[in-house]
Every structure is written in structure tokens, then in C-alpha cells.
């Protein structure tokens, strides 16, 4: 049975960030359990897999959604900021399948695109050990001349090769004979390589960061891409790599911020002097949080911002407020029920499990008891947001508009 009567394909931007929002919310459950007894996840990854996400860079003339920098950074912050291992693995993925798209022939593209889709994981090996500088490489690629055959032989030996004991192929700097770096895409299964879990990091324990071993590894010549050109001149290869990078980060920020303020919310003890019942009303602990909150959606936009920029030849969808709503009440409320992110598709067309207010097309901005929503995305509206009252309403409702005018 192939891989693909098992695996999703993903069509639009809407439809990857809901897909990455539900499966965020399985991934956190175990999460903690999973990187504290260094449990490698293979089922998730798997699920991950089926669920199509792995594909969503595969521009649309290929078979795939071709969804946006914007987007794809917002796929990766969720997972992050679920797990933030499972956010780590799949980055050298959609930066290889970048590297591939600026440099890969048409016919790798059709080949190797298709295999995506089909459900493989590209690890990677790239880093080395003992080299000059952290930018040199000493993994050789030489033309393998035996038999005739169109091909070539990989040596050497790599570390923190992130996801390579979970992929299917394994994208590989080489050095050929030019002293031109080339990224070879090495399917996992072949004779003389060996990936070795000898990863041990301080957090992040199942990313599965070991070492990647070469011994007179074949590779075909149609699996041989051009990498170094793609840093010659102007390519979204580099940026793209940054956008994964602030991505998770972001992500598990989001997840800090959001575990710091239950604490506070359920345990802490409000300081002596603070003249308060409750450690959520101290004027101190306000203010950190009001600092990081401030911060915290100073990243994000600048991750919106930057994924707009880049010159990726993808669609541009209209911008829509970054996962999850922020929590900014000055009171550190208790939180209130979450709207469902993202707000794409007509409200009209979620299923009736996915509304948060009944009966109506609203965003649930302000779903704390006693507030009512201040902003609509209406069914069938051809502006993104709607006002329903022109009051201005100061007191925040759990949602992420503090007021609105």
C-alpha cells in the first residue's frame, strides 16, 4: 500500500492553518512527557505526516497548496508552540523543498515534489564537525565511474542533523570535485549510510539532531542539486531558512508566555507588600507581564511582516491576526474560550462545532461572560472585519482587540 492512500493533500492557505490548529492541540497533551523521558515521536510525526502539512510548500502547478511564507511561518509557530521538537524536525524539509524549487531541474521538481506529497520526510545533513569555520564543508561527492552508472559517491560525516533519523531521504552538503558545494537528496536506505541517535540536547531532546555517517554512499546524478549557487545571487533560500528559525522560536515564546501566565493564574501568591488578594492584581507582576506581552506580539508581527516581504512567488492572503489571540488583560483574567484560528473561511461554512457564539457569524472576540463582541467576520463579507457598535469599549474580553472604535 503507497504512502499517498494515507495522506492528505493540503489545497489552500485556510485549510493548512486549520489543519496545523487541531493538530497542535494533540500534540501539546503529551508533549512535556515526551521531551522529559526523551520519547521519540513517531506516531505524531506520522500523523503529521498524513496530515498533509509536510506538502503545503509545493507551489500549485506540482500537486500542492503553495501557500505563503506568512503562512507556512504561522504552520510552524502553532506546532512550535505545541511541541516545540515536532515544530524543530520539518524545517530543513521546507528549506530543502525551497532549494529545490530555486535550483532543481523540472524533472526533480516533478519527481521529488511528487514524493512529498506522497507523504516523505526530507531530514537533512548539513553541519560539521572540525572544520575551519562552521560554513565549511569536507564531505566529499565523487563521480562514481564503476559499471558505467550516472552517479556518484558520498564520504564523510555530519552532525546536528535535524529529523534524519525520521526522513525518508536525506538532503546532503557535499563538496564535488570543483570544490562546488551540491545538495545531494540520499535516500535514507542506502548501503554505506548510517544515522546515529547520538543527540543530547538540553531541551528539544527529540529532534533526533544526531550524526549522519557516509561510507562510500551511492547517490544518483538526478538526486544532485545545485546549493551553492543559490547564495551567488538574490534567492529566498537564505531568507526563507530565517523565516523557519523565527518561526519557532516564536512558537515556543507564545508557549512560555501562555504557561507563565496560568502559573500566575493558579499558583503564584501575591507578594507581601503588594496590598493585594491575589498575585494576578500585584502592580509589579502586572507590569512584567504587560513588557513580555509587548514583546511577544512585537515578534509576531515582525514575522508577519517579514513572511509578506519575502519575493516567494506564492499567494497573498489577506492578513489575519496571528495564533493564538493574545492574552493582554491588565487583570490577568481567567481566560476566556478561545475562536477558533484562523479566521478564513465565511463563518457561514464552519461546522456548528466551530462557532464560538451560536446562532451567529462572530469571531468570539469577546467570549468572556458579560462582554459582547465588538468585531464580525460576517458570512459572505468582502471586507475583512465588520464593527458592531461605535462605542468604544475599554474592558478586554479575552479576545485580540483590547477595544474597539
Known amino acids: 500500500m503507497t504512502l499517498s492512500q494515507h495522506v492528505a493533500v493540503i489545497t489552500s492557505d485556510e485549510q493548512a492553518l486549520i489543519v496545523a490548529s487541531d493538530l497542535a492541540e494533540d500534540f501539546k497533551r503529551d508533549s512535556a512527557l515526551r521531551d522529559r523521558e526523551r520519547r521519540l515521536p513517531h ?34 509557530a ?12 520539518p524545517q530543513n524539509h521546507f528549506y530543502a523543498l525551497e532549494v529545490l524549487r530555486v535550483n532543481g531541474s523540472e524533472s526533480q521538481k516533478k519527481r521529488l515534489y511528487a514524493e ?3 507523504g516523505q520526510r526530507f531530514g537533512n545533513a548539513l ?12 564531505t566529499r561527492l565523487t563521480r562514481d565511474v564503476q ?7 558520498i564520504n564523510g560525516r555530519k552532525f546536528y542533523s535535524t529529523g534524519a533519523i525520521y526522513a525518508q531521504r536525506i538532503p546532503t552538503s557535499v563538496v564535488d570535485e570543483h570544490g562546488v558545494q551540491q545538495l545531494a537528496f540520499v535516500p535514507a536506505d542506502s548501503q554505506g549510510l548510517n544515522v546515529i541517535d547520538d543527540w543530547s540536547g538540553f531541551g528539544q531532546r527529540t529532534t533526533g539532531s544526531g550524526s549522519v555517517v557516509f561510507e562510500d554512499v551511492f547517490v544518483a546524478a538526478e538526486d544532485v542539486i545545485p546549493f551553492q549557487s543559490a547564495f551567488e545571487r538574490p534567492t529566498t533560500v537564505g531568507p526563507l531558512a530565517q523565516i523557519l528559525h523565527a518561526a519557532i522560536d516564536t512558537g515556543i515564546a507564545r508557549a512560555a508566555y501562555e504557561d507563565a501566565l496560568h502559573f500566575v493564574r493558579t499558583k503564584t501568591r501575591p507578594w507581601i507588600d503588594s496590598g ?12 512584567s507581564f504587560g513588557h513580555l506581552s509587548i514583546r511577544l506580539h512585537a515578534t509576531e508581527a515582525l514575522l508577519e511582516r517579514s513572511g509578506s516581504s519575502s519575493t516567494r512567488p506564492r499567494p497573498n492572503p489577506t492578513p489575519r491576526p496571528w495564533p493564538p489571540p493574545p492574552s493582554r488583560s491588565p487583570r490577568l483574567a481567567p481566560s476566556a474560550p478561545k475562536s477558533p484560528w484562523p479566521l478564513a473561511a465565511p463563518c457561514s461554512s464552519w461546522p456548528a462545532a466551530r462557532r464560538p ?20 467576520r460576517c458570512a459572505g463579507s468582502t471586507t475583512r472585519w465588520a464593527t458592531t457598535t461605535s462605542m468604544r469599549r475599554t474592558r478586554h474580553c479575552g479576545g485580540p482587540f483590547d477595544e474597539c472604535s
Not at 559499471?147 to 559517491?153: C, P, V
Open 43 to 76: 506516531p505524531e510525526l506520522e500523523a503529521f505526516s498524513r496530515s498533509g502539512l509536510w506538502g503545503i510548500s509545493v507551489p500549485r502547478e506540482y500537486g500542492g497548496a503553495g501557500v505563503s511564507n506568512v503562512t507556512l511561518a504561522k504552520v510552524i
Open 78 to 89: 502553532l506546532i512550535a508552540q505545541a511541541d516545540a521538537s515536532l515544530g524543530q524536525i
Open 116 to 118: 512529498v506529497l506522497a
Open 127 to 138: 553541519a560539521e564537525l572540525g572544520t575551519k569555520t562552521a560554513h565549511d564543508r569536507t
Open 147 to 153: 559499471q558505467g552508472r550516472d552517479g556518484y559517491r
Open 276 to 287: 493585594n488578594d491575589k498575585a494576578t492584581e500585584d502592580p509589579l507582576t502586572l507590569k
Open 357 to 376: 457564539w451560536p446562532n451567529t457569524a462572530s469571531t468570539g472576540t469577546g467570549a468572556t461572560p458579560g462582554c459582547t463582541p465588538c468585531t464580525t
